[in-house]
């Protein structure tokens, strides 16, 4: 019996399937640097058990990971060891900018902070709150697992091109 | 509350507390202000023996302040001498603690350095220098400790522009995201290049 649709549909589907994957098995890196820590430990403890979306291992390499979540106020010091840090992660890789501080830079407005991390590299997903209710966090995981299943790896949609990020330098030039 | 159990702060020409009146001894001349407020006892001396006083402050039997506690300075920007030095000293033998304050000029903000006498004082010196532009003589290393390399001005002093921020990975523009009348200024390139 013939399949209706039976060729045009494979690659779509496949990259559902690549997708899907993709999506339950977001390896995350912690940047985390300020007061939203204890709301993001809070997410990946026994509790509210972020491991149901299939991102529950953490990893301290970039290398190794998939989703960089940017945990709290980065300043201008901390810059550009946030950007070496992106760098240095493998494709494909998402960011997560976790309360006010990383979206916006919060409440400050000054000399140090840096007003929102998409002004350092880009960010899919932003989590509201000063900090985020551990809800809030999963809400913004559950839409980084849609963008992902509908849109696949960053780039490929015409969406913050990874082009002004290259492949990481190995030495400081 | 002002009762039989708790008299009124004597007020006026009362007797000196204790530490002023030790100072005012020692360093005639040299404590240009002093108050007192529940027990915590304030002087003002001059800068030009603000060593002397301090040393005498951590050695003499009747003072022997052990531990600094803290040192910042003061920005009160259209007075002259428009800074201060703040020094929190505290006896854990005695149990008193003082606060010295020391005015600074803009034209000369140069002090002397404190951390030959306590060597906690090596950061905060760090920081006040920094911060405020005061130089400390006598600091054995006096760099950066919370900004970097290249950053221009003082940003605790009250002439610093608001919200002034010196980046040093250049900003991305943002698409579609309301500005809040952000100002940047690049950092010095060559100082940069000296750090690295
Ligand atoms: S958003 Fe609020 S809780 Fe989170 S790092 Fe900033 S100040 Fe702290």
């Keep these: ?173 | 509350m002002a009762d039989a159990a708790h008299p009124p702060e004597p007020r006026g020409e009362a007797k000196l507390p204790a530490l002023t009146a030790l100072l005012e001894q020692k360093f005639s001349g040299q404590v240009l202000a002093h108050h007192a407020q529940h027990g915590d006892e304030t002087v003002v001396i001059a800068r030009a023996r603000m060593l002397d006083v301090f040393r005498f402050l951590r050695d003499d039997p009747a003072c022997r302040m052990e531990f600094m506690i803290d040192l910042t300075a003061v920005d009160y920007l259209p007075r002259r001498p428009r800074f201060e030095l703040v020094v929190h000293l505290k006896s854990l033998s005695l149990g008193h603690r003082l606060r010295v304050k020391v005015p600074v000029a803009e034209e000369q903000a140069e002090v002397d350095s404190i951390t030959p006498l306590w060597v906690a004082a090596e950061w905060y010196e760090r920081e006040c220098w920094e911060m405020y532009g005061i130089a400390f003589k006598g600091h054995p290393d006096l760099r950066h400790l919370l900004l970097y390399d290249g950053f221009r001005g003082h940003p605790l002093r009250k002439d610093y522009e608001k919200g002034l921020a010196q980046p040093l990975v250049p900003l991305r523009p943002v698409r579609e995201r309301w500005n809040y009348g952000e100002r940047f200024m690049p950092v010095n390139p060559e100082q940069e290049d000296q750090a690295s």
């Design chain 1, 1 to 173: 019996m013939k399949l209706p649709f039976a060729e045009s549909f494979i690659t779509s589907k496949l990259d559902d399937v690549i997708n899907w994957s993709r999506k339950f098995s977001l390896f995350q890196y912690p940047f985390v640097t300020a007061c939203c820590g204890m709301e993001f430990m809070a997410v990946y403890g026994a509790h509210y058990d972020g491991a149901r979306f299939g991102s529950e291992i953490p990893r301290f390499s970039p290398r190794q990971s998939d989703v960089l979540f940017v945990v709290g106020t980065v300043n201008h010091k901390l810059a550009p060891v946030l950007k070496r840090v992106y760098e240095q992660m493998a494709e494909p890789k998402w960011v997560v900018a976790f309360g006010a501080c990383a979206s916006s830079g919060g409440f400050y407005q000054n000399y140090t902070a840096v007003p929102g991390i998409d002004r350092i590299i880009p960010v899919d997903v932003y989590i509201a709150g000063c900090p985020p209710r551990p809800e809030a966090v999963l809400e913004g995981i559950i839409q980084l697992q849609k963008k992902i299943q509908e849109r696949g790896p960053r780039g490929f949609d015409g969406i913050n091109p990874t082009a002004e990020h290259p492949v990481p330098r190995l030495s400081r030039e």
